[in-house]
């Protein structure tokens, strides 16, 4: 298959590869949480750019991007048009503008917090790190509590719940900053920012996913109908989206 490049979801980290099948031996998945703290969001996104040039100088590419990550791949994308790079968007969180999702979404006060107030977000992810350190369960708990589809399963299993708990401590614990930097830089995206991508797109949503609605992925593919397909994984919601649509992923040429 082309060279791949991977960007976890928000909470999340580099973890999530665990709850994947085989992945490619050279897969570039950063840890953004902790990767270059220092740098500004459009800094950084350059720099994943560059790092991924520096890898595979010439050729074709596949870059995955899960949830909030789906974003990063496509400010990634973006900086790499002239490699005209392969999009997989898993449960991808479409900019905010596009519609009313915030309303449907299950961080949504979450969202809103960061695009409306820098202060009271940073407040939130210092005392989240804390009972991310402190009683990561009943964070997990909470995240999971309005879990639908596949994901209600899933939140019972205690190899998920082991990795996801590891996965949002080091993202709302020890990469707070790099975690702040993306959602801040999410909630502040124009809705035609994508418009323009014209990179090959699939969108792998969960027709249950209670994280990123499904008008997300529907309204991305509206954008550019011709280039980007929708693939709807009944009953499955967002990251049983994920496990799902990996395997098919990275199975492909």
């Known amino acids: ?65 899960f949830s909030i990550g789906a974003f990063v791949a496509c400010e990634v994308a973006l900086r790499l048009s002239d490699r005209d790079p392969a999009l997989d968007l898993i449960s991808p969180a479409a900019p905010l503008g596009l519609g009313d999702f915030l309303p449907q979404m299950a961080g949504g006060p979450v969202f809103r917090l960061a695009r409306d107030n820098a202060m009271a ?36 299993s205690a190899e998920f719940r082991r990795i996801l708990t590891s996965a949002m401590n080091q993202s709302l614990g020890q990469g707070a900053v790099g975690y702040r930097r993306d959602l801040r830089a999410y909630v502040r995206t124009p809705p035609d920012r994508f418009a323009g991508l014209g990179a090959p797109m699939t969108l792998w949503h969960g027709a249950a996913d209670t994280w990123a609605p499904l008008g997300m992925s529907q309204a991305l593919a509206a954008q550019d109908p011709g280039r980007r397909q929708v693939r709807v994984l009944t009953g499955q919601s967002h990251y049983s989206t994920l496990m799902a649509a990996a395997g098919e992923i990275f199975a492909a040429p």
């Open 1 to 65: 298959m082309r060279p791949a490049a991977y960007f976890h979801g928000q909470p999340g980290a580099r973890l999530e590869l665990g709850l994947l099948p085989p992945l490619p031996a050279d897969l570039f998945a950063p840890d953004r949480n902790r990767d270059r703290p220092e740098l500004s969001a459009e800094r950084y996104y350059d720099h994943l750019a560059q790092e991924i040039r520096r890898r595979w100088p010439d050729g074709g590419l596949r870059l995955v991007g």
């Open 121 to 156: 977000f940073r407040v939130l992810t210092w005392a989240q790190g804390l009972v991310a350190r402190g009683a990561p369960d009943l964070l997990l708990d909470q995240l999971f509590a309005s879990a639908a589809g596949e994901d209600a399963g899933l939140a019972r």
